[in-house]
Nanobody
Framework: VQLQAYGGGLVQAGGSLRLSCAASKTSFTINTMAWYRQAPGKQRELVSSISSAGITNYAVSVKGRFTVSRDNAKNTMYLEMNSLKPEDTAGYYC?????????WGQGTQVTVSS
């Protein structure tokens, strides 16, 4: 299974971006999907996750500003990011758990200018 993340870019503080993560076709159920991010010199951190049933979880730093969703028919996860801040600048990576195996996407860069 391959994960393709896209939608990153350069945006001014207060702006919005929508990230997408598409998984290649699989006959297996994709369980949890998630977005992680990693800024230069920092550890990778969980931004948000969503279960196959649609149960969501958010890091405190993004709660109220980011919204995660998924379309199971398309094997695609989305991250709507609003009120972006310079500290949201990072590479954003998608993650998927499929029958106990972990898969990572290649990442998409989000840069927020002040």
């Amino acid at each position: 299974v391959q994960l393709q993340a896209y939608g990153g870019g350069l945006v001014q503080a207060g702006g919005s971006l929508r990230l997408s993560c598409a998984a290649s076709k699989t006959s297996f159920t994709i369980n949890t999907m998630a977005w992680y991010r990693q800024a230069p010199g920092k550890q990778r951190e969980l931004v948000s996750s969503i279960s196959s049933a649609g149960i969501t979880n958010y890091a405190v730093s993004v709660k109220g500003r980011f919204t995660v969703s998924r379309d199971n028919a398309k094997n695609t996860m989305y991250l709507e990011m609003n009120s972006l801040k310079p500290e949201d600048t990072a590479g954003y990576y998608c993650y998927a758990n499929i029958i106990g195996r972990v898969f990572w996407g290649q990442g998409t860069q989000v840069t927020v200018s002040s």
